[in-house]
Every structure is written in C-alpha cells, then in structure tokens.
C-alpha cells in the first residue's frame, strides 16, 4: 500500500442522502521517513543540545510533518461517529443533544482554570454551584443525601451499594449476602453487587417484561422465611425493557419490611424526571447519569458523572464529599465531619465541568421545561414504537416509556438476524440500536430516539427500518448478511476479533 491514503468512494442511499469520501489512513509508522523530519532546522555548529532531550528518531516516534501528523489525527477523528454527526439512537444510553449553552458555561475561565487545591474561600462560587446542583438533584428524586464524587453510572451503582453495605455494618446486622436484581437489569447491577461481596439472586420477568409480585416474593423469600438474608435490591426505573414497574411500590413496602433497601439504577430518569420522584416510591439510594439525563456529553471514556441521591437515613453512610453550607461559607465536608461515611471514591470532588453543564440545562429547562424533556422523550419512544410494531416483534406492545423494544422474530426466519439489521443500518448511515440487549428475549433491539430529534431525523430512520422489513418480505435478504459495504471495514469476524486481537503493529 502507499504512503499516501486510500480513497473510498460512498454511494448515497435514498433514505440517507449522504454522499462522501471515505478515507483510509496508514498507521504513522508506515509513513515514518527518517530523511523528512518534521522541523529542519540546519545543524548548529559546535554546540552541543542543550535541551537534554534526545532526537525524535531516538526515542521511537515516527518522523512525519506537521501536516501530515495534522491530517493524520483528523483523518481519523472522521471516524467516529457521535450524536453531532445524526440519530444515534443506543437504548439505555440516552444519546441526546448536548446544548452548546452547557459548553460556553463550562469553559468561563472562572470555572475551567481553577485547581481542587486552591484555597476554599477562593472557589466559594464552584462550590455554589455544586450546592446548588445538590439541591436541584435532592428535589428532583425526593432523595436529600447527594454526593456528587462519582465518575460515571457504574461508578454511582458501587457507591450506592458500598453504602447500603455499609449501613447494614454500621447496624451490626451481617446476615444479610444477597441483592436481588431483575433479568434485564444493565450488566453493571448483578457486577456492582458481586464487586461488593454480595451474591446475586436474579428474578425473572420474561413473561410480562415487568417484575410481579409473585416472582418478586418467590426470590425475597427464597432462602429465609423474613428476608433476613436480603440486603437489597436493584432496580432500574424505567426498566431495561423500556417499561415502567407498575408494582414497584408495592416491592418496595414488601423489602423494606424485610430489612432491605432498594437502589434505583437511575440511569433512565430521563423517562421520570420532572414526573415522578422516586424517593416517593420507596427508593432509598440511586444514581444519576448527569451524562445522560442531564445532558452533559458522553462517549468515548468519559469523563462522565454520577451522582448518588439517598435518603436521610443514608446520609450519615454515602461516600465523601458533599458540599455543605457553613455559616454562610461553601465548603467540602470530609471524614472528619461524617465519621460514619464509607470513605472515599474519588480524587477531590468529582468531574467539576460536569456539574456545572448538569447545572446549566437545569437552569436553562426550568422544573417546566425537565419534565417536558421527559414527556417528549416518552413520546419519541411511542412514535418509533407505534410506527415500527406492524414489521417488527413488539413483545410487551405499548404503550412504553422513554425507549421502545422490538426483537428479530418476524425476520429470524428468513434467516436476517439482529445483527444483520444493525449492520445494515450503518451501511444506510445510522447508529445501530442497542442490540441483544436486554437479555429476556433473544434478538432484542432497544431504540431509544430521545425528545432532542426532530420528527424528520425519526421518521428516516424509520424509513429505514420498515424498508428492511419490506425486503425481507420480498425475499431480498442476501444482502443483509454483506452489510455493510460500503464502510472502510466490512463485515468482521467479530468472535476472532474479540477472541485474538492484534495490538501491535509490526
Ligand atoms: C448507562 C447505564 C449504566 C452505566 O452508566 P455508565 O455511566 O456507563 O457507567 C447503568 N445502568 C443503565 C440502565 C444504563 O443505561
């Protein structure tokens, strides 16, 4: 292959109209040329390099130009495709538009160059900020302990169960091994449970996609006759499957007179927020994803943000710090004020630039304005859902909430997957879905088109979606199993990938 890089040509669809030039682009050190350094300077006679820093060519960096390093990275950066590009509509993970209000804020240099170390009378309007996104949390969930240290979702689960874990310590009470958890909760619940010491007892909701009564009391006094060996259980609400729990008071009555608490998986309060308050539902610890329901960016690695909500009881348990007000001053509270924390997550006090983006789309929605987020994100879910049940297997029908589940049942047989489906969507110049995720039906695909899409974007996705239904009517299904072609990397061996994957050029 040559230096330079390779061209692609991409054909427009008629639902997507893109049209464009794909490129290939060669690891940097196949362009590497010792004799074209990227800044020639002539040698300087009779001195030696004072910098103490060897050569490029020393310490095993390629040799390129400044251009050619530039459109390298940029050539690249081309390749990710994120939510600034189109409908990215990845159930569960609430891909939504991040309003450039958020970013302008975040960057005021008052925010963006100051330093955790620095002096706290000197950063009282950072910690105002975080107070007062305290506040705007404790109201929304009805959940007054906040914490805002956690890095991400997942991050915000293993806080919430450290501190229930730690309030069952604190009480003396040791029985209790297990947390209960429905089959279609996200990965990260039964793994937080299991990264905490506890065992995970799984209910199953297969038949309705929503927990019973029955299946719940089944697992709660599956090993003692009181749930005395119970020490809680994780929900996500809405659940995985899109749905809302329509018993979840009732589960929360029946664990809480068994000694458990109830941790929400709060990362779909996108669908309630602004709605209902789960504190008032019986939740006693939850995590939010300021990084989906709130808007600030995600993707990537990070950095993401996950705050946790308890209850007063809770409080005293959570994790380090808080901002707290104190005779009118802004401060952090540590361990040496609230002995009876868990300790620690986290370096200082959090992802700061995330607070103040979080805060931000807080202010600029109003209470109004959060819960038409979630009223419209509900009924985005209710179009694509509606609009797509006459093609595809709507296992649970509607209405749903914020996302809307479909599985590959009607297509299976003519031999198009899932898979074959998400392939093809990219090759039409979307996002896939969510794909076999939940885990309650094979083939699930999870849709979730957010309130920030127009109809437009929506209805061409759908377009999309019904037209691949209509071929597999018609018979016209080979095709599925290449997609996509016209992307720089075809259809892979997606086992062998995972299984023995190259990392190293050589
Ligand atoms: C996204 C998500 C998580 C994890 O959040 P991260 O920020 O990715 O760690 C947990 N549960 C559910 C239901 C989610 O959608």
New binding site residues.
């Given amino acids: 292959m040559s230096a330079d890089a390779k061209v692609i040509e991409m054909t427009a669809t008629e639902n997507n109209p893109a049209r464009g030039l794909i490129y290939e682009e060669n690891l940097l050190w196949e362009k590497d040329r010792s004799d074209t350094p990227g800044v020639d300077l002539p040698a300087s006679e009779g001195l030696a390099s004072r910098t103490g820093v060897k050569a490029r060519g020393d310490i095993g960096l390629p040799q390129v130009s400044e251009p050619q390093a530039l459109r390298h990275f940029v050539k690249m950066s081309t390749w990710n495709y994120s939510i600034d590009h189109g409908f990215f509509p990845l159930g ?3 891909m939504k538009h991040n309003p450039r209000l958020n970013e302008k804020l975040a960057r005021l240099p008052g925010f963006a160059h100051i330093h955790p170390k620095q002096p706290a009378s000197t950063v009282q309007g950072a910690f105002k900020v975080m107070h007062e996104l305290q506040n705007w949390l404790g109201e929304l969930t009805a959940l007054p302990g906040i914490c805002l240290a956690p890095a ?6 293993l806080a919430g169960i450290m501190t229930i874990k730690r309030a069952h310590e604190q009480k003396g009470d040791t029985r209790r091994k297990i947390i209960l958890t429905p089959d279609s ?5 039964p793994a937080t449970a299991v990264m905490c010491g506890y065992q995970v007892r799984s209910i199953p909701t297969k038949e309705e996609g929503r927990l019973s009564v029955e299946s719940f009391k089944e697992a709660l006094y599956a090993t003692s006759e009181d749930g005395s060996d119970i020490a809680g259980m994780m929900v ?1 609400k809405p659940n ?1 499957c899109g749905l809302f729990e329509t018993n979840i008071q009732e589960l929360a009555d029946l664990l809480h007179e068994a000694g458990g608490y109830f941790y929400c ?1 709060g ?2 309060f996108n669908a309630l927020v602004g709605k209902v308050r789960p504190g008032d539902f019986g939740v006693d610890v939850m ?1 939010i ?1 300021l ?2 329901t709130f808007s600030t960016p ?1 993707g990537g690695g ?1 950095p ?1 943000s ?1 705050p946790i909500c308890c209850t007063e009881e809770l409080a005293q348990y959570m994790p380090v710090p808080t901002v707290i007000e104190d005779n009118g001053d802004f401060r952090l509270e540590w361990e040496e004020d609230r002995p009876t924390t868990l300790g620690r997550l986290k370096g200082f006090q959090g992802q700061f630039g995330m607070h103040v983006r979080a805060l931000a789309y807080m202010y600029s929605h109003g209470s109004d304005g959060l819960k038409q987020v979630s009223e419209d994100a509900v009924l985005s879910a209710n179009y694509v859902l509606s609009e797509l049940s006459d093609d595809y297997y709507a296992p649970y029908g509607g209405p749903c909430m914020h996302e809307a589940m479909i599985t590959d049942k009607n297509q299976k047989e003519a031999g198009v997957t899932t898979l074959d489906i998400a392939k093809g969507l990219c090759e039409n110049g979307y996002h896939p879905m969510t794909v076999y995720f939940p885990l309650v039906l094979p083939g699930t695909m999870l849709i979730e088109p957010t309130e920030t899409e127009s109809k437009d974007a929506i209805d061409g996705f759908i377009t999309v979606m019904k037209n691949f239904a209509k071929d597999v009517r018609d018979g016209d299904v080979e095709k599925f199993h290449n997609y996509p072609t016209s992307t720089p990397r075809r259809r892979l061996d997606e086992v062998k990938a995972a299984r023995n994957p190259v990392l190293r050029w050589k």
């Fill in positions: 569960s993970c609430t991400a979702g997942a991050h915000g689960e909760s996200h990965g990260t619940n996500t995985t998986d990362a779909n995590h994803n990084h989906k995600h990070g993401g996950g």
